[in-house]
T-cell receptor, first 115, second 115 residues
Framework: ETGVTQSPTHLIKTRGQQVTLRCSSQ?????VSWYQQALGQGPQFIFQ???????GRGNFPPRFSGLQFPNYSSELNVNALELDDSALYLC??????????????FGPGTRLTVL | AQKVTQAQTEISVVEKEDVTLDCVYE???????LFWYKQPPSGELVFLIR??????QNEISGRYSWNFQKSTSSFNFTITASQVVDSAVYFC????????????FGSGTRLQVQP
């Protein structure tokens, strides 16, 4: 196990609603990245937070937003849910190593279904 | 922009067979990192290996081995004497050395190992 936890495990929402997903990073990690994985596809990068600041964003609309807290846990918020938002949302935590790069360790994911 | 291609959508083998999963990547950067992750049915992405672009040494870890060839932009993964527990979706991914270090994933290869 990676020590990265996500909640909830599963979630069902209706179109137009808002949702908040949560992630607790591995101890000692200061970076959290969020990915969306549609069925049968590879994960797509949403955004990354490093020490409470957004550190890059993928090709996702502004209704996808996030936060990172002082303890480095993070939230992903999605407003005005659309059917296409149905996916597995994965959180990964990491911290730069002595080479200045990092390896991302993933949580179990939150399965979001939008009806 | 970078790209990762996993041309094999699904592979089925019988237990104890060797199997190679292909990964081809594209990037204009000279410094980058390549990864393999395993995604069992539970959904959590499990980190297997990271290689940097300056280290072309092949690596072996138990039944797993990786062949990195910059000349062909490939980073292939071989499982020797496959086992049923190896059944999963395997993802190859790439990240650059600069900026946010978001992972760019391939579409994955589903490996089914039959008893």
């Amino acid at each position: 196990e990676t020590g990265v936890t996500q909640s909830p495990t599963h979630l069902i929402k209706t179109r137009g609603q808002q949702v908040t997903l949560r992630c607790s990073s591995q101890s000692g990690h200061n970076t959290v990245s969020w990915y969306q994985q549609a069925l049968g596809q590879g994960p797509q990068f949403i955004f990354q937070y490093y020490r409470e600041e957004e550190n890059g964003r993928g090709n996702f609309p502004p209704r996808f937003s996030g936060l990172q807290f002082p303890n480095y846990s993070s939230e992903l918020n999605v407003n005005a849910l659309e059917l296409d938002d149905s996916a597995l949302y994965l959180c990964a935590s990491s911290t730069p190593d002595r080479l200045g790069t990092d390896t991302q360790y993933f949580g179990p994911g939150t399965r979001l279904t939008v009806l | 922009a970078q790209k990762v291609t996993q041309a094999q959508t699904e592979i089925s083998v019988v237990e104890k067979e060797d199997v190679t999963l292909d990964c081809v990547y594209e990037t204009r950067d000279t410094t980058y990192y390549l990864f393999w992750y395993k995604q069992p049915p539970s959904g959590e992405l499990v980190f297997l290996i990271r290689r940097n672009s300056f280290d072309e040494q092949n690596e072996i870890s138990g039944r797993y081995s990786w062949n990195f060839q910059k000349s062909t932009s490939s980073f292939n993964f071989t499982i020797t004497a496959s086992q049923v527990v190896d059944s999963a979706v395997y993802f190859c991914a790439l990240t650059l050395d600069t900026g946010r270090r978001a992972l760019t994933f391939g579409s994955g290869t589903r490996l089914q190992v039959q008893p």
